[in-house]
């Protein structure tokens, strides 16, 4: 069954520095998101992204935050400079042509920032 | 304000009992409607989802859930729980294509399995 692809699956960064956050999402999908999710807390919804640009984006996802699709099958979460409170599980997720069709998460890339 | 709500925080259920987990949601027309499981450091499974037809839908696992559009309402079931379903887990909505495919979460329900 295809799969999202999260690399890596830990990052343990230090305050002020830039991390970027990869996903390789199913290679038919249109859709590609970012969500994260705060120890204990719900999975809040990111940024969504199609057709090479951000369709809709979250009050959390400010200028610090930013999204690429470099080649075709990377997708990549930017975040310039961390702060403490960005240490959270971050879930991609891709769908192939939109709610109908089921969203398909990866296993996530948990953030620590120190 | 469109929101998701699972008001049962932590729920602790007998290996072999029944289980049902609570969902309601807020908003004008009908969503699309997911459930997802989260074991413990892990990401998120799609148990089921409802878009239209039935309203008891049949998951993975052994799950179960039923959609009444009255009550807004989309709770989760499992007639005999296992010590392996013991996991976090999220009621989640979508509203298509015309809000951008998002889906929103609510704060999700853990479930603990006494043996």
């Known amino acids: 069954e295809p799969e999202v692809t999260q690399t890596p699956s830990h990052q343990v960064t230090q305050m002020g520095q830039e991390v970027i956050l990869r996903c390789v999402p199913i290679s038919n999908h249109l859709y590609f998101y970012w969500y994260r999710q705060i120890l204990g807390q719900k999975v809040e919804f990111l940024v969504s992204f199609y057709n090479n640009e951000i369709s809709e984006k979250s009050e959390i996802f400010d200028d610090q935050f930013s999204v690429e699709r470099p080649d075709g099958s990377n997708f990549t979460l930017k975040i310039r400079s961390t702060k403490l409170e960005d240490s959270a599980m971050y879930f991609c997720?891709?769908?192939?042509?939109?709610?109908?069709?089921?969203?398909?998460f990866g296993s996530g890339t948990r953030l620590t920032v120190v | 304000a469109q929101s998701v709500t699972q008001p049962d925080i932590h729920i602790t259920v007998s290996e072999g009992a029944s289980l049902e987990l609570r969902c309601n949601y807020s908003y004008g027309a009908t969503p699309y409607l997911f459930w997802y499981v989260q074991s413990p450091g892990q990401g998120l499974q799609l148990l089921l989802k409802y878009f239209s037809g039935d309203t008891l839908v049949q998951g993975i696992k052994g799950f179960e859930a039923e959609f009444k559009r009255s009550q807004s309402s989309f709770n989760l079931r499992k007639p005999s729980v296992h010590w392996s379903d013991a996991a976090e887990y999220f009621c989640a909505v979508a509203l298509g294509i015309a809000a951008g495919n998002k889906l929103t979460f609510g704060g999700g329900t853990r479930v603990l399995v006494k043996p």
């Open positions: 997720a891709s769908t192939s042509s939109g709610a109908g069709y089921g969203y398909t």
